[in-house]
Structures are given as C-alpha cells and as structure tokens.
C-alpha cells in the first residue's frame, strides 16, 4: 500500500558525511512513524533510528547516537538519515521503515520496507 523508496547511499570515507532520503508514497505520510534499520552481510539487521510521526520525538541505536540523525518533512513525504563521522562498521544496506505503531517499528516489525541503498565507508 506503501511504497519506500531509498536513495542516497554510495562510497564515503570514514569519517566523511552522508545523508539518506527516503520518499513515501502516499500522501497520509504524516501518520506514520518512520526509521532506519541496516544490515551487513553475515549479520543480523540492526535497528539504527526513528523518528515519530509528527517529528517530536527520535530515537537511536547506541552506536550511531550522536553521529546521526533523522528528520522528516511530511510536505514532501520524505524522511532523511544524516550520518556523520562514519566509521567502516557502518557499512550496511540502509532500509527505510514505516509503523502506524512506534513500539512495532522499533522492533522491526514495521508495515512498510524500502529496498534498501548501500553504504560503504572506506579507510
């Protein structure tokens, strides 16, 4: 019903910036929770952040707390993953997530996935 759509992944060199869009296609955006998951090859996938439906609240994993961060503009039907200060370990298929529900999309269990785009970060 949802379709997510990632963009903005490439080759960045550690301790370079980047930032991920992901644009929705529907136009009720605003009444979905969206985030951030990723996953490295052999691992298993790894939440790094969300943000809430109205764009108040935002939460992150550990690891990237402080490096990145997520901002929505629900004109445009977009979402935005700004990472800083990247590290190799960072590398991953970054996917766009969305949940009526914060507590299901936090889990990983959101309704929608994008196909994910690459980021590699290089030494």
């Known amino acids: 019903q949802v379709q997510l759509v990632e963009s903005g992944g490439g080759l960045v060199q550690a301790g370079g910036s980047l930032m991920l869009s992901c644009t929705a296609s529907?136009?009720?955006?605003?009444?979905?929770?969206m985030g951030w998951f990723r996953q490295s090859p052999g691992k298993e996938r790894e939440y790094v952040g969300a943000i809430s439906w109205n764009g108040v609240n935002d939460n992150y994993e550990g690891s990237v707390k402080g490096r990145f961060f997520i901002s929505r503009d629900n004109v445009k039907d977009m979402v935005y993953l700004q990472m800083n200060r990247l590290k190799p370990e960072d590398t991953a298929i970054y996917y766009c997530?969305?949940?009526?529900?914060?507590?299901?999309?936090?889990?990983?269990?959101?309704?929608?996935w994008g196909q994910g785009t690459q980021v590699t970060v290089y030494t």
């Open positions: 529907t136009r009720t955006f605003s009444k979905y929770n």
């Open positions: 997530v969305g949940d009526s529900n914060w507590g299901d999309l936090l889990a990983g269990h959101s309704e929608y």
